[in-house]
């Protein structure tokens, strides 16, 4: 009975014991712009930045679309379903946001957008009435000129895994597409873990917890373009307060190395989260608070991009 008592301690000091963590220092300023042409009374999440860093793709309940579904919140305000949301980099300046066409978004909730090719391919979540039947909750879509087409839903080991983890809070595809990313967890969970599954020659591979998970919430994951440094929230490591924003790096058997804090001032006692950023590492997304921010990172510690 002892020797139970203490293999299940082991078990449970080894998923949740927390990783070695370091706390990166800002000697140079950081500019934080909060980007007023994107954000609305409502909230926005889940960012994706394409590679070349012309387009952010995010998700709001702003709704005002035909197909929009709105429900009264508890404090008197009106919410709509889910969509994703693209702006476009022109001449240096984001333009005002458009919602993707109808076939990918709808009245069911779309969400966590993960682009790779430079946007001209679409990984998103849509909780459609038939989700399950059409190889759902994830799709793949691809984009010609202004045109979406070939939706696909990912099936499978990814389909079985949420019908029991049905509650989601961000996603991310590597650049070769060969990664999936999510933070999930169950109905009958408190807290969001990760979870990773790959896709080899027969499909997509069952998932796994990643160790990075701890015993509070992780979300927000995003994939750099090197596909190796793992940007993610959470509140379960010794942070600044609320959600605070996390880099590592991943080997390619799913082990990682050293969890880095980005510091002040990208997190504080607010929640932050929704973090993506630039192939060269100077330039960054992020949500507080419900509202998306840029970073100038070009004089920013070193320790907090992507490998090069």
């Given at each position: 009975?002892?020797?139970?008592?203490?293999?299940?301690?082991?078990?449970?000091?080894?998923?949740?014991?927390?990783?070695?963590?370091?706390?990166?220092?800002?000697?140079?300023?950081?500019?934080?712009?909060?980007?007023?042409?994107?954000?609305?009374?409502?909230?926005?999440?889940?960012?994706?930045?394409?590679?070349?860093?012309?387009?952010?793709?995010?998700?709001?309940?702003?709704?005002?679309?035909?197909?929009?579904?709105?429900?009264?919140?508890?404090?008197?305000?009106?919410?709509?379903?889910?969509?994703?949301?693209?702006?476009?980099?022109?001449?240096?300046?984001?333009?005002?946001?458009?919602?993707?066409?109808?076939?990918?978004?709808?009245?069911?909730?779309?969400?966590?957008?993960?682009?790779?090719?430079?946007?001209?391919?679409?990984?998103?979540?849509?909780?459609?009435?038939?989700?399950?039947?059409?190889?759902?909750?994830?799709?793949?879509v691809k984009r010609k000129g202004r045109?979406?087409?070939?939706?696909?839903?990912?099936?499978?080991?990814?389909?079985?895994?949420?019908?029991?983890?049905?509650?989601?809070?961000?996603?991310?595809?590597?650049?070769?597409?060969?990664?999936?990313?999510?933070?999930?967890?169950?109905?009958?969970?408190?807290?969001?873990?990760?979870?990773?599954?790959?896709?080899?020659?027969?499909?997509?591979?069952?998932?796994?917890?990643?160790?990075?998970?701890?015993?509070?919430?992780?979300?927000?994951?995003?994939?750099?373009?090197?596909?190796?440094?793992?940007?993610?929230?959470?509140?379960?490591?010794e942070g600044f307060g609320g959600l605070?924003?996390?880099?590592?790096?991943?080997?390619?058997?799913?082990?990682?190395?050293?969890?880095?804090?980005?510091?002040?001032?990208?997190?504080s006692e607010q929640d932050d989260y929704?973090?993506?950023?630039?192939?060269?590492?100077?330039?960054?997304?992020?949500?507080?608070?419900?509202?998306?921010?840029?970073?100038?990172?070009?004089?920013?510690?070193?320790?907090?991009?992507?490998?090069?």
């Amino acid at each position: 009975m002892r020797l139970g008592f203490i293999l299940l301690l082991l078990l449970c000091t080894r998923a949740y014991s927390q990783p070695t963590q370091h706390v990166a220092t800002h000697s140079g300023r950081i500019e934080i712009i909060p980007l007023d042409q994107l954000n609305s009374p409502f909230d926005e999440d889940n960012l994706c930045l394409t590679a070349n860093g012309r387009q952010l793709y995010f998700s709001t309940n702003r709704g005002g679309q035909i197909w929009s579904y709105s429900r009264r919140g508890p404090g008197g305000w009106y919410a709509s379903d889910r969509d994703i949301w693209v702006s476009e980099k022109v001449k240096g300046q984001w333009q005002p946001p458009v919602p993707l066409p109808y076939g990918i978004n709808t009245s069911n909730s779309e969400d966590e957008p993960s682009t790779v090719k430079n946007g001209k391919v679409l990984y998103y979540q849509s909780w459609g009435l038939q989700w399950e039947q059409t190889q759902g909750p994830y799709y793949r879509v691809k984009r010609k000129g202004r045109k979406w087409k070939n939706l696909q839903g990912l099936g499978g080991p990814i389909t079985r895994f949420f019908r029991l983890y049905s509650y989601t809070h961000g996603m991310c595809v590597s650049p070769d597409q060969r990664l999936l990313i999510v933070a999930a967890r169950k109905p009958s969970e408190a807290h969001f873990d990760v979870y990773m599954s790959r896709k080899g020659p027969f499909g997509w591979s069952r998932f796994t917890r990643l160790d990075i998970s701890t015993a509070g919430n992780e979300q927000s994951v995003f994939l750099a373009a090197d596909g190796k440094t793992l940007y993610f929230a959470s509140d379960g490591y010794e942070g600044f307060g609320g959600l605070d924003i996390y880099k590592t790096v991943l080997s390619a058997d799913g082990s990682f190395g050293a969890i880095i804090n980005l510091g002040a001032p990208i997190n504080s006692e607010q929640d932050d989260y929704g973090f993506v950023i630039s192939k060269d590492g100077n330039e960054a997304y992020f949500v507080r608070q419900g509202d998306i921010y840029m970073l100038g990172l070009s004089r920013a510690d070193p320790l907090i991009k992507p490998l090069q």
